[in-house]
């Protein structure tokens, strides 16, 4: 019985002292919800500006192809 009291005993002091564990928290979990909509906000933007279709890569490249994925001008090769 000793030791049920003695685990049940506050030893935190006052818990009711000072009060501003209800604004931090609230200041917390806005700032949360602010970074995750921006986190959203970036992620999407990011989806939208990669490409319909990725090329398959089972398929040989063509000529054109390797242009495209290359990102740059190929150098133009003079028989």
Do not use: C, W, Y
């Amino acid at each position: 019985m000793q030791a049920l009291q003695f685990l049940a005993e506050n030893n935190f002091g006052d818990t009711r002292s000072g009060g501003l564990a209800g604004p931090m928290g609230l200041l917390i979990i806005v700032l949360l919800a602010i970074a995750t909509v921006l986190l959203i906000r970036n992620m999407t933007a990011r989806i939208r500006r990669l490409p319909a279709e990725f090329p398959d890569p089972d398929k040989p490249a063509t000529s054109s192809d390797e242009h495209d994925l290359s990102g740059g001008p190929q150098p133009e090769s003079r028989h």
